[in-house]
């Protein structure tokens, strides 16, 4: 078995470009929409002459206690090119008592939450100076602030969690959906080796040698985990410690569960391989079966928002599902083993009972 995993390993360290391509297009695709989920929106402002900086910073101050919109002050003609440039979305104006938005795309959720904050923040804040010119310029601003930092009511507010709710990170369904994805790619592609080898009559020639059929299944099979496994891990590390993306404090579970899941892939490429009869018909089978795998296993978007119920029967037999439904739950909720009993058990009881008909069908067809 060793003899074969080293020839094995020997020429996927020979031509590592699957596998090193598979890891390109998981960073390219996370790292891009990882990009689409930074939700602070940046406005680019500049101050009309009549405002001075002294109070355009004092405006900025005010707006920028925003957790959604960043205000940055900057040359008016900038601003204004940024958002004609397609590089910013939005550009404002401040004028001693008003705004002005400017925007190349109207109607846009942004927009209209832009749109409200600024206005009332305008309007507290004009509603102040207006009171306070009213008053005779007393101190009703500081007034305001100790009344607001000790209030003599304080409500709380509670809610329940329901099945419905969910946690949701684009960055990390973009890393753990994609990660899964192409690993299939890279798994399957190396179990269609152990077809092409049978189809050159290798496999035969082997076999007449001291080595066992059982010790060709286990290097191949090996091999394939390791190369899936490998992939996998290298992308969780670079996106924990490079991209600092939170994909969960507990490393060594995902390790562990990374796995699992690439046993059950494994299982799921010897299945494929057993239903083929030549390695052509694998390399047109596993792209099909790796899109709808991701699709339906909720590898591009959370299942939770799937309620088709036949999508959803499907996605149950799927690996895919339990190795989203594991790593989300370290990530998102910090699962325990005891919570990860199920979506562990599921992958390994798909992980066996595919490596079982797989190599059934596998043999009968050798026969």
Known sequence: MLAILKVQ????????????????????FAVAMGANAVTNVTVYTFHDPKLSSADAEAWLERLNRSETFEFVLDAEAKA?????????????RLLPDDYRLITAVEGSANLQALTHYV???????????????????SSLRGELEERLASPALRVASS??????DFKYDARVQAVFGFALFFSIYTI??????LLQEKRSGVWNRVILSPV????????????????????????FALFRYVFDFPVGDSFGTLLVLIGVYTFAIVALGLLLAGLVRTPQ????????????????????????????????ALAKVIPVTYGMEALKGVAYYGYTWSELLRPVSYLLLIGVVCMGVGINLIERRSK
Do not use: C
Request: charged share 15%; no cysteine; proline share 2%.
């Open 80 to 92: 204004i090119d940024r958002v004609t440039e397609g590089k910013a979305e939005f550009a404002m």
């Open 212 to 235: 066992s059929k059982t010790s060709m299944y286990v290097g191949h099979l090996a091999n394939s985990f390791l190369a899936g496994y490998v992939q996998i891990a290298v992308v």
């Open 281 to 312: 018909q694998m390399s047109v089978l596993i792209p099909i079966v790796a899109v709808s795998s991701a699709m339906i296993g909720g590898a591009y978007w959370p299942i939770e928002i799937v309620t088709n119920s036949a999508l959803l």
């Open 159 to 164: 809610e329940v969690a329901t099945e419905e």
């Open 9 to 28: 390993l020997q020429q996927l360290k020979a031509n590592p470009s699957t596998m090193l391509l598979m890891i390109a297009l998981t960073v390219l």
């Open 188 to 193: 399957a592609f190396s179990v269609n080796a």
């Open 119 to 137: 206005g009332t923040v305008y309007e507290e804040e004009l509603t102040i100076r207006a009171a306070e010119a009213s008053a005779g310029g």
